[in-house]
C-alpha cells in the first residue's frame, strides 16, 4: 500500500545541510512570530513530488489531487509548485498555469507543509523562514531533497533564514498569531526527532522561533501514523480563542480516546492572555466513498480538519459520505463566514495518511 507508512531507505542529510547553515538554538526571545494562517498570504506552495517508489500505483492519481489542489487555489492567491524538472509538463498539465508559478528543484515526496518553511513576521515588515530540520519523521521515509527545501523556499522568497537545532514539521505547528500555539507532545517530545531534548527546552526554544508566550500541550498518540500524531489533524485555531478540534465518534478508531481527551483538554485550556477556549467540534465521514484507495487502508485519512485557509476561501476536503459532507461545509462556512468553502476530492492523497493541509504551506503576506 502506497502510504506514507512506506519505508524507504534513509540517507543522511547532516553534511549537504551544513553546508546551508549552522545548526542554531535560539536564546534570546526575538521580534518575529508566526502569524495566524488565516491572515493574508503573498503565496501559496505545493510541491509536486510524488514518486512510484512510494506512491506505486496510486503516483499518477496523487499528481491529478496535487493539481486540483493547485488549480482550486490559484482561484484566491498566486501558488509556487515546485516539481522536478522532468516533470515540469506533467505539473503544468495537472496543475494549470493561470495564477500558478514553476519551481523546479529535486524532491523526495508531496508533503511540503512538513518539508518547507516555516514563515515568521516581525512588525516592520521583514520575513523570516525557520527550519526544523526535517527527518523523515524520525527517519522513517528517504528525505534527502525535500530536508534542503526549506532552505530552498526561504531563499526563493528572500526571507531571512534561521535553522533550528530541533528537529520536527509544520504539521506539528498551530498558532493563533498572538502568542498561543497548540502541539501534540508524541510528534515533537519524541526520541525519533529531539532525543537529547527534555519538553521544556522544546517548549522554550518553539516559543523562541514561533513569537510564541504560551504552548497548550494535547497527548496525541506514537507509532499509529508517520507523523506520530500531527496537530493538524486534531486541533486547529480558527481565530484567536476559537478552537475547531477533531473528535472521531468511531469507538474502533485509535483516534476515539485521543480526540475525547484533547477535547476535554481543549475546553479546559486557556491562551496566552488567560482567556477560555470557544471549542467546536468535526468528525470523520462514518462511511466514505468505497475506492481503492479507502478499501482495506488503514492509513486512510478522511479527516475534515486537515483543511486549508487561504485569501477569501477555505480549501477542505470531501469524502463522498452526503451527510458528514454536508456537515463539515455548513460548519467551515459557519466559523468562516467571510470565506467561500471549496471542497475537493482527496481520496488519493488520504490514502497516504495526509490531507490538504499537509499537502500546501504559504508565505505570508507582510
Keep these: 500500500m502506497p502510504t506514507r507508512r512506506t519505508f524507504l531507505k534513509h540517507t543522511s542529510v547532516v553534511a549537504a545541510m551544513s553546508l546551508i547553515a549552522p545548526y542554531v538554538r535560539a536564546a534570546v526571545s526575538g521580534r518575529f512570530y508566526m502569524p495566524d494562517e488565516g491572515e493574508k498570504h503573498r503565496q501559496a506552495f505545493i510541491a509536486f ?71 515568521v513576521i516581525d512588525g516592520t515588515g521583514a520575513l523570516g523562514a525557520v527550519d526544523f530540520n526535517f527527518n523523515g519523521w524520525g527517519n522513517k521515509q528517504q528525505h534527502t531533497e525535500d530536508a534542503q527545501l526549506a532552505a530552498q523556499i526561504a531563499e526563493h522568497t528572500g526571507a531571512r533564514y534561521w535553522r533550528s537545532e530541533l528537529v520536527g514539521e509544520g504539521g506539528g505547528i498551530e498558532v493563533d498569531g498572538l502568542g498561543t500555539g ?29 513569537g510564541l508566550r504560551k504552548i497548550i500541550w494535547l497527548p496525541g498518540i506514537k507509532g499509529k501514523d508517520i507523523t506520530d500524531a500531527h ?51 468535526v468528525s470523520p465521514p462514518l462511511k466514505p466513498r468505497k475506492s481503492k484507495f479507502s478499501q482495506g487502508n488503514p492509513d486512510f485519512a478522511a479527516g475534515y480538519i486537515n483543511y486549508f485557509v487561504v ?27 467571510s470565506r467561500k468553502v471549496v471542497q475537493i476530492n482527496i481520496d488519493a492523497i488520504a490514502a497516504g ?14
Design 311 to 337: 485569501n477569501d476561501a477555505v480549501i477542505a476536503p470531501e469524502f463522498g459520505d452526503p451527510l458528514a459532507d454536508r456537515k463539515a461545509l455548513e460548519l467551515l462556512s459557519r466559523l468562516y463566514p
Design 231 to 281: 496537530v493538524d489533524f486534531y486541533a486547529r485555531f480558527v481565530s484567536p480563542g476559537v478552537v475547531l478540534a477533531n473528535l472521531d465518534t468511531d469507538p474502533q478508531s485509535y483516534d476515539h480516546k485521543v480526540t475525547l481527551a484533547h477535547l476535554e483538554m481543549l475546553k479546559n485550556a486557556t491562551d496566552a492572555d488567560g482567556r477560555p477556549l470557544q471549542v467546536h467540534t
Design 49 to 119: 513530488g510524488a514518486q512510484e517508489a512510494i506512491w506505486e500505483d496510486f503516483t499518477a492519481d496523487v499528481q491529478a489531487a496535487l493539481g486540483r489542489i493547485a488549480r482550486a487555489i490559484a482561484e484566491y492567491e498566486p501558488v509556487t509548485v515546485f516539481c522536478r524538472g522532468d516533470e515540469r509538463v506533467l505539473a503544468e498539465k495537472h496543475c494549470g498555469t493561470r495564477n500558478i508559478t514553476f519551481v523546479e528543484t529535486e524532491l523526495d515526496d508531496i508533503w511540503i507543509r512538513d518539508t518547507g518553511a516555516n514563515f
Design 353 to 366: 495518511g495526509g490531507g490538504i493541509h499537509c499537502v500546501t504551506s504559504h508565505q505570508p503576506l507582510v
Design 182 to 210: 497548540i502541539m501534540t507532545q508524541s510528534s515533537w517530545i519524541n526520541r525519533n526527532r529531539n532525543p537529547d531534548w527534555s519538553q521544556a527546552e522544546v517548549e522554550a526554544e518553539l516559543k523562541e522561533r514561533l
